[in-house]
């Protein structure tokens, strides 16, 4: 396969970035010391990214026998949703179980793994509601995420299976983030690919990965995508960049026509105290290529700002601002990329109350979403013409894992 300009650059620059922030800031090596013997330490956990401010348990730590020691974590949630001019389809109030899963892991020698099975839902800002049947089905199956880890040294690890994207500040389930519902932005990016990635911690606050994978779920293995992380004190900065060395015409529900895209994304968080702060920007391009039904290049230009204080308690409030917009216009044969009509733009913003007690939360949603620039008939209401919508939703659920109040 032909590997283009853009995307060589892309690998060079971040495996470069990498190693240029971790000479800069790799400590000089303090003078060599007798040391008294350490006991081992615990084999690391897989742990999938939290962003926002709800808190996972520790796992269940039981021996399987011939499996081997597993950590086993699990969750169950219900979500619903109430909101003002609904499209065709869809209705003013719905409900569904919006998480029913388990996460089992293996996380000590040679042969390592992590599974996660059952139901889910993928709650979006201007997306039509989606329950948890039609979203398994029409996704990841019931075993979205699911890979070996190799550790290849005490620096590098080999992951090789349905892994979660490199790319984006938020994530794929609805528990992982600041907010129920994902925003406008992350409707850009992809979030299960299959392929192989490589993990490597380069000095003391640069790490790196690297994959080659399906990029949106397309089973064609020509994404290339890569994340440079650093982090010292209170703050981390990442790049995350990805794109697609080939074309496919393959599209499906969970792979829709960005899989011939390339994106950047850069994220910085600040978390101190209560305080989690986190701006982000997005830039995305789709190549011009008519053998996929693409006749012009289009681009998605944006970000995000999530900011949540937790209170006294077990309360939080996190919130979201969003701005995201799209080159070329609705006569033009540009992409239609946000879902608004080509050429559209579009605000939202999220209020999330948070309640946590251990492994019990509550929240809720209040979310507006206003689409500028829109073609009539791909916006919201009966007749595709109202350009906001406003939400309510709520989520209550339970966390699984270890008994915390054990002595």
Same mark, same amino acid.
């Given at each position: ?40 330490? +615990?084999?690391?956990?897989? &742990?999938?990214? @939290?962003? !926002?401010? #709800?808190?996972? $348990?520790?796992? %269940? ?89 190799? +550790?290849?040294?005490?620096? &590098?690890?080999? @992951?090789? !299976?349905? #892994?979660?994207? $490199?790319?984006? %500040? ?238």
């Amino acid at each position: 396969m032909k590997l283009t300009a853009k995307m060589f650059l892309l690998l060079v620059g971040i495996c470069l970035l990498g190693r240029l922030v971790a000479a800069q800031t790799q400590p000089a090596p303090p003078p060599a010391a007798p040391a008294p013997e350490a006991a081992p330490a +615990p084999a690391p956990l897989s &742990t999938f990214v @939290l962003t !926002g401010p #709800l808190q996972w $348990l520790p796992p %269940a730590t039981f021996d399987a026998g011939p499996l081997g020691k597993l950590s086993v974590n699990g969750i169950v949630t219900g979500y619903s949703v109430f909101q003002n001019n609904p499209v065709p389809g869809d209705d003013s109030a719905q409900a569904t179980l919006s998480n029913g899963e388990i996460f089992i892991q293996k996380a000590d020698g040679k042969f390592q793994y992590y599974i996660q099975a059952g139901v889910y839902t993928m709650p979006t800002l201007g997306v039509p509601f989606v329950n948890a049947q039609d979203t398994v089905s029409n996704f990841y199956g019931p075993v979205p995420v699911a890979y070996l880890k190799l +550790p290849v040294g005490k620096t &590098t690890q080999l @992951l090789i !299976g349905q #892994l979660p994207t $490199l790319m984006g %500040a938020e994530s794929t389930f609805t528990y992982q983030n600041f907010n129920i519902e994902r925003g406008i932005v992350w409707n850009q990016e992809n979030a299960i690919n299959r392929g192989i990635q490589v993990n490597q911690t380069l000095g003391k606050y640069v790490t790196a990965s690297v994959s080659w994978n399906d990029g949106y779920y397309s089973n064609r293995y020509s994404w290339l995508s890569g994340s440079v992380t650093f982090t010292k004190g209170p703050h981390v900065l990442v790049y995350d960049g990805m794109g697609n060395l080939g074309q496919t015409a393959y599209q499906t529900t969970a792979t829709p026509v960005q899989n011939n895209s390339y994106m950047h994304a850069l994220i910085y968080t600040y978390t101190k105290g209560p305080w989690i702060i986190s701006p982000y920007f997005q830039y995305s391009k789709l190549p011009a290529n008519e053998k996929v039904g693409v006749f012009k290049d289009t681009s998605a230009t944006g970000g995000a700002l999530n900011v949540s204080y937790a209170f006294k308690s077990g309360f939080s409030l996190p919130a979201r601002f969003e701005y995201l917009t799209s080159s070329g216009s609705s006569t033009d044969e540009s992409v239609n990329l946000l879902g608004f009509g080509a050429g559209s733009s579009a605000t939202t913003f999220t209020a999330t109350p948070t309640y946590q007690k251990g492994g019990m939360f509550v929240r809720g949603d209040l979310a507006y979403v206003n689409a500028m620039n829109s073609t009539p008939g791909s916006v919201f209401g009966k007749s595709g013409t109202d350009t906001s919508q406003f939400r309510a939703v709520l989520e209550f659920g339970f966390i699984f894992g270890k008994n915390t109040t054990e002595k």
